[in-house]
């Protein structure tokens, strides 16, 4: 895949990805805000309930203190009157009529009851001797009544007159209607002479709130207060009065008082917002486990896209790294062969000679190239064994000075040991190790300047015996120490065949070091130089590592 590519699929993802994660918050939000608007409508009709009982018990508190109340819309029992409304009133909301007549031993009451949207008859039928009086029984009363506050009275008794005059009973009519003015007027002046706090009790109100909030689902810790029409707290937590003035949650009470002198419930609830994720913490985890395994799926998906690439990058850089190193000594091999193909060249014994070696020196880098590839599929396997054995550190670090050192010095360069360890007895595989440092140096050399100076140590330290090898060349950036030790890994220098190799050495010395029981680490910076180190186990750090593990 090109790098365009690449790109403009992880923008597109990210794109994707971005807009997933905006939708979810706005679908959270927006939730939030149902639910927040759905507690506000039921607790407003709450509150409304609340003022209407509230007002309700007011208005039936001042009737219950008349006396004769109750008789309002009942007749004498001596009364046979009849209130009648010219029939064309509109202002008539129900009528019931009653008409008794006398047939034999047996008395018929017939009730007919007449509203505006319906209409009833009852026939009720008593003996005579079960009547209190028996005489003059036919009588037809109309009584209806009226929502008007003034209305025009027409009087009319049928059969013979049993009660008072028609006089007594307009008297009677205009006494009931100079008692409803009272309650009426008794009714206004709550309004206008009684002050709130003598209207409503603060702890009854806080009591009714909360049984009409659980009643309607809400059982949620709140605060309430009543305030004034400039909003001046009567009632309430001066605390939360601030929290209390801007809740939306508020009713007036008394709405039907004749004069308004507005007055406010206001409720408001101090942990709503844990309340509402109570209600909706299901369906808000569902939707966190969704995002974040669609943003986990797409990681993992990018992150394995651009690995790939990665990786198809570094083997085309082996490849052709690969291709570059086997061409250079099958070249020289080529020239040479021609060249002892010349009759007079091979003729001369000494040219001969030194295209003989020549050839021998190139043939065996071609079999240490192929031997590298070969022990890095091994490795890969890890089915290779260890073969330990007691051996001396030091000793071996000097075998391999001594032959390395001629190398640096066809450069000019210069190779230091300085070997300060007490105790250097391990129990390790010679060959290995012996190529792990070999690699160490020879990395080094690579990326040293014209005239390297390298130099290699070892200490003491904790049970093990630390070697380090450092060098004065181009330096690792800190992004490339991660992965100096990756297969096939290579710093980069420009120019991908300026610096010998496949990039296997020290992926080899990770691995060999570490099937030893020890580490590999570096310390570098660019252009100061890198220093790596290897820790192995004292021999009888091994024994006790092995006799902990048994």
Known sequence: ??????????????????????????????????????????????????????????????????????????????????????????????????????????????????????????????????????????????????????????????????????IDIRERVKTKKAFLGDIV??????????????????????????????????????????????????????????????????????????????????????????????????LLAISLVFVIAVIGIIYYILRTVIQQKQNSEIKNDFINNMTHELKTPISTISLACEALGDPELSKLENVKNRYISIINAENKRLGLLVEEVLQSAVLDKGSFKLKRGELDLHSLINDVVDKFSIQVKEKNGELIADLKASDVVIEADRNHLTNVIYNLLDNAVKYSKDQPRLSISTCNQDGFVVIGVKDSGIGISSENLKKVFDKLYRVPTGNVHNVKGFGLGLSYVKIITERHGGRVYVESSLGQGSTFYIEIPLKQEMHGNRNKAA
């Open 1 to 166: 895949m090109k790098a365009l590519h690449l790109k403009l699929v992880v923008a597109t993802v990210s794109i994707a990805m971005i807009g997933l994660i905006a939708i979810q918050i706005y679908w959270i939000h927006n939730e939030f805000s149902l639910e927040r608007d759905k507690i506000n409508h039921s607790a407003g009709e709450a509150l409304s309930e609340v003022a209407e009982l509230l007002e309700r018990h007011e208005t039936l508190t001042k009737l219950r203190s008349h006396q004769e109340a109750r008789y309002l819309f009942f007749q004498d029992p001596d009364s046979t009157g009849a209130i009648d409304f010219p029939p064309d009133d509109s202002l008539v909301e129900y009528v019931v009529s009653k008409k008794v007549e006398r047939k034999g031993d047996q008395i018929e009451m017939q009730l007919v009851e007449e509203g505006r949207d319906q209409k009833s008859e009852k026939l009720i039928t008593h003996s005579v001797q079960d009547l209190p009086f028996q005489s003059n029984l036919e009588e037809e009363v109309k009584l209806r009544v009226a929502v008007a506050d003034s209305f025009e009275l027409d009087m009319s008794v049928g059969g013979d007159p049993l009660a008072p005059s028609e």
């Open 185 to 282: 007027k008794s009714l206004i002046e709550i309004d206008l002479n009684q002050p709130i706090d003598e209207r409503i009790d603060p702890s009854i109100v806080d009591s009714l709130v909360k049984i009409s909030l659980t009643k309607h689902g809400l059982q949620i810790p709140f605060e309430m207060g009543v305030f004034d029409g400039k909003r001046n707290l009567i009632f309430g937590d001066n605390d939360r009065i601030v929290e209390l003035q801007e809740s939306e949650i508020r009713v007036q009470l008394f709405p039907n008082d004749v004069i308004q002198l507005p007055y406010f419930i206001h409720v408001y609830f101090p942990n709503l917002q844990g309340y509402i994720f109570n209600n909706i913490w299901l």
